[in-house]
């Protein structure tokens, strides 16, 4: 039975009804068109507050980074009052960093704004990425000139204008001439008869800029085989401090023309190399240099001046290797000599492996041997060189040329009428040369494997730098590898010498008329052979190669010889 209540057609029934419909009407889902209508209004509100609030905070990093940029001024404004304008980009960081600012690592917070020294000014300014200054006020009608601004980062915009057709020249021929202070007589270079060459003049530093950027792009010209660059007549080009990447692949001819290149800086570790060829497996070569890899008929007649470099790159190789000229030199043609000439180095070069003032390396690979002929002459390196890492003889420093390797039969490597006027620190370490080694490694029976070996002349060189070779403590004897990988094997050998320190190729090398007035010293700190000479420090089977001074006072063909000049002094310590 019902009760009264619960009965439809009385009052409290239809009331109960009531309440249940409208229960049932709450509870059902929003439809189609009441979910686009809600949807359409939270969009409508996104849209009108999100960059709202992405203006407050861009305008907040705005501040930020007006702030930072009035701190840095004051900073650069006292010490310019007590010492005057900084000349390059790396003193500047360096003030900044005195004054409590990572300046190198701060970049814009607020959206296509950047960070730009002006060499000029001696300010940071902060300007659009049109180049438009907005801060310091007073500066916001400063116009950009190419060259003058470089990001704290490092970088330098390049200014492409080298390539416009009136800043170029077409040349054939048989012959290149090179004018060359001092001497009446040009260089003449043997051209391609079959190429038609073209010749461009770098005026700037912000056209030596787009030039490495050009030819490491990737529409490259062959790796500028059939390109000249020549420099302006004794031009001064200050790269001012900003970062240089390597030109990655050079085959043509550079001719600096007596020109100047002031503050070559390299001390980024992300920096990119030519990586493509190795000497032994898991040990690619890894070149740093003006150059990575030099494959073309001449770079010469240019001044390297105050240069910065502090192990560029990844160092991941024992085979990592930075020169300030040229990375690694390769010639696999019969046609034409590549010609290192008339390079002056100054300022200092310091990496983990090997290091050198003039070229890092000079040969082939063990999969492909160098077969043409390179000759490294009339070259000074005041710059001090140092090889940080002891790991026998992949720690080589040099003045000229840091290691040699993998040469051909036929193939002729020459070092002639240098000089090395700069301090060289390393393991194995040489006013000249570090490490020759012409074929590679030998076999049990002592003896190149496949009887290659090439042909080695060092002649009339001279060192009036000190050598030092030593061995700290710290990296003991033995193989260290990672991840199950060979990595480097340190050897606790130590060896200096005046123009050649370590000397394994015996059967085509010839070292004569080499003239040494440096002190050489070797110092070794933990267990192992000491050497010290005056000429050469050969990497000995037997004892009685570790003396002080040179080996054989001889000049003719046959073997390895040395002219017995006792100048100089070396000492074992």
Known sequence: SFSLCEKENTPCGREKMEEFEMAKRLKRAFTITELVIVITVIAILAAVLIPTFANIINNANESSDIQAVREMNI?????EALDGKPETLTEVLEILEEAGMDANQYKALANDRKLVWDSTLNRVLYVTLDNAVMFPEEYADTEYVYGTWI??????????????????????GTTYSISVSGSSEPINIALDQNVTYTKYTINTNAQLM?????????????N?????????????????GAEWVSISE??????????????????????DCVTDFASTTNNTYRPYGFISVFEGRYFGNVTFENVNINAPGEVSSSNHTVAAAVGAVMN??????????????????????????????????SLNRMTGDVTISNCINEATITSTLCAATYNTAAGILSANNQMENGSTLILENNINRGTINGQIAGGIAGALFGAGAKNDAGSFSDGSSGTIIIRNNTNAGAVNANHIDGYANGTYTENGEWIFTVEESVRAAGIVSAQTH???????GNTNTGVITATNEVAGRTTAAVQISFAATTSDRTSLGCIVDSAEPGGTYIQNVENGSATVK
Do not use: H
């Open 506 to 512: 015996q059967e085509r090398a010839y070292v004569y």
């Open 210 to 222: 787009s030039l490495s950027e050009y030819l490491r792009a990737d529409e490259k010209n062959n």
């Open 75 to 79: 900073a650069l404004s006292n010490a």
């Open 250 to 271: 050079f085959d043509g001819i550079f001719n600096g023309n007596g020109a100047t290149i002031s503050n070559l800086t390299m001390t980024d570790r992300t920096q």
């Open 151 to 172: 990001t704290l980062t490092g970088q330098m915009a390049g200014d492409d204008s080298w390539m416009m057709d009136d800043n170029t020249e077409s040349v054939t």
């Open 332 to 365: 696999y043609s019969d046609d034409y000599t590549t010609t290192i000439d008339r390079i002056t180095v100054t300022g200092t070069v310091t990496s983990a492996y090997r290091v050198a003032g003039i070229v890092g390396f000079a040969g082939g690979t």
């Open 224 to 240: 500028g085989e059939d390109m000249i660059i020549e420099l302006s007549a004794n031009a001064e080009i200050d790269l001012r």
